[in-house]
């Protein structure tokens, strides 16, 4: 086991904590690409010895949520039951475009910080804009999916690591908190 591979899921959760704080915050998009990275993360994590290492490093593939998440897939014998997290993959994806201001595609966009499905917002303007939601519980679900497949236990990583602000925004709105912070 190298040094990379033991830091991988070490950095994914702490890019999730982050995302959530930031979430807890409602700093749109900064939280949407933290949650992004931590996705993108333990997807690498989980597909190390089935995918080659130079395809996960490389410039097409590196941020590529939808094409980490079909190899993931694959990997998992195309288990029906992660079908129900490929929304939340593209949506998490789409946030990707917002890091780079100038190459947005759209003439107006709205952002939304929403914890459960049951929050979610339309926009209402007289210019149509893309919207850009992820629902934050679908995430935390899809990463608790992800720790279980692997196996990991979501606690290793932040007993004795993160301090009370941290613990807290694990807590927030999370249907796995206690997986987390027991």
């Given at each position: 086991?190298?040094?990379?591979h033991?830091l991988l899921?070490q950095?994914?959760?702490?890019y999730y904590v982050?995302g959530?704080?930031?979430a807890?915050?409602n700093?749109?998009?900064?939280?949407?690409n933290?949650?992004?990275?931590?996705?993108?993360?333990?997807?690498?994590?989980a597909?190390?010895g089935a995918?080659?290492?130079e395809?996960l490093?490389?410039?097409e593939f590196?941020?590529?949520?939808?094409w980490?998440w079909e190899r993931?897939?694959e990997k998992?014998?195309?288990d029906?039951?992660?079908?129900r997290?490929?929304?939340?993959?593209?949506?998490?994806?789409e946030?990707?475009?917002?890091r780079?201001?100038?190459?947005i595609?759209?003439?107006?966009?709205?952002?939304a910080?929403?914890?459960?499905?049951?929050?979610?917002v339309?926009s209402h303007s007289t210019k149509?804009?893309?919207?850009?939601?992820?629902?934050?519980?679908?995430?935390?679900?899809?990463i608790i999916?992800i720790?279980?497949?692997i196996?990991?236990?979501?606690?290793f990583?932040v007993r004795?690591e993160l301090k009370?602000?941290?613990?807290?925004a694990l807590?927030?709105e999370?249907?796995?908190?206690?997986?987390w912070?027991?």
């Amino acid at each position: 086991m190298s040094l990379r591979h033991d830091l991988l899921p070490q950095w994914a959760t702490q890019y999730y904590v982050a995302g959530r704080q930031a979430a807890c915050a409602n700093l749109a998009p900064v939280y949407c690409n933290l949650l992004h990275h931590a996705v993108e993360m333990f997807l690498k994590y989980a597909l190390i010895g089935a995918v080659r290492p130079e395809q996960l490093r490389s410039r097409e593939f590196g941020h590529n949520l939808p094409w980490l998440w079909e190899r993931f897939r694959e990997k998992e014998k195309a288990d029906p039951a992660l079908d129900r997290f490929n929304a939340t993959i593209i949506a998490l994806h789409e946030w990707e475009e917002l890091r780079y201001p100038d190459k947005i595609p759209h003439d107006a966009i709205f952002m939304a910080v929403t914890w459960r499905p049951e929050d979610a917002v339309k926009s209402h303007s007289t210019k149509p804009a893309h919207q850009y939601e992820v629902i934050i519980s679908d995430v935390d679900r899809l990463i608790i999916e992800i720790l279980d497949r692997i196996p990991l236990n979501p606690t290793f990583f932040v007993r004795g690591e993160l301090k009370r602000l941290g613990l807290d925004a694990l807590r927030y709105e999370n249907p796995h908190a206690a997986r987390w912070v027991p």
